[in-house]
């Protein structure tokens, strides 16, 4: 088993790698790896086909292929709430949360519970898409919003990026303080259930209340 400094050593090298990668989800993909202690990144360097003979020599150190399929997720990780995640909607197949690292503010991403390709996105992730550019263009006033498919370890997933006037899309990352700015003011909220009142009786003022039948 790996030793808290050795750890320490190969998840900087992954990260290391990680940041002169041109992924897309990196930031996430990162934030997770970072998480890894002694067993879980022995598991994730083997799922990976990660190879370290002296995990004390950045030289022994084999570069991972991160971008090819594997068995741990990034999106399947998500869904699990292995990765915390700022959530804007869900269905029955897929949940919505806010891009960390997004090419726009607002910038969501639906994610497919099923570990599927593209052309096997369900039609109800597609609706989920839709409904939150409506929201988006309301709540953010965007002048459009762009819905795209991508995939990532086998994982489709629908971009959608609200587009600004005058305004470049970029990708760039954005603190947590206005990821839940954006998630309190883009999720659904909750109705309140309404009660039936209760209908009291009225008596008029001055008689006394009949509390028997008059034949």
């Known amino acids: 088993m790996l030793t808290k400094e050795q750890s320490e050593i190969i998840k900087k090298q992954l990260l290391d790698q990680l940041e002169q990668s041109s992924l897309e989800n990196k930031e996430q993909i990162k934030e997770y790896i970072q998480k890894l202690e002694g067993l879980q990144l022995e598991e994730f360097l083997k799922k990976n086909k990660i190879m370290i003979n002296n995990p004390n020599n950045s030289s022994d150190f084999q570069n991972p292929n991160l971008e090819s399929n594997s068995d741990k997720c990034i999106f399947c990780s998500i869904i699990k709430g292995d990765i915390n995640s700022h959530k804007i909607d869900e269905n029955k197949k897929s949940i919505a949360i806010l891009e960390i690292n997004p090419f726009s503010r607002g910038h969501i991403i639906i994610i497919p519970i099923q570990h599927v390709s593209i052309d096997k996105i369900p039609k109800s992730s597609l609706s989920l898409a839709q409904n939150i ?41 954005i603190d947590e303080k206005e990821l839940n700015e954006l998630q309190e003011l883009l999720k659904i909220k909750k109705r309140a259930i309404l009660r039936p009142k209760k209908i009291k009786k009225q008596v008029a003022k001055g008689l006394p209340e009949i509390s028997f039948r008059i034949p």
């Open 133 to 173: 550019a409506k929201r988006i263009k309301s709540k953010l006033k965007s002048e459009d919003v762009k819905i795209e498919t991508s995939n990532f370890q086998g994982h489709s997933i629908i971009n959608v990026i609200p587009l600004y006037k005058n305004q470049e899309v970029k990708r760039k990352k």
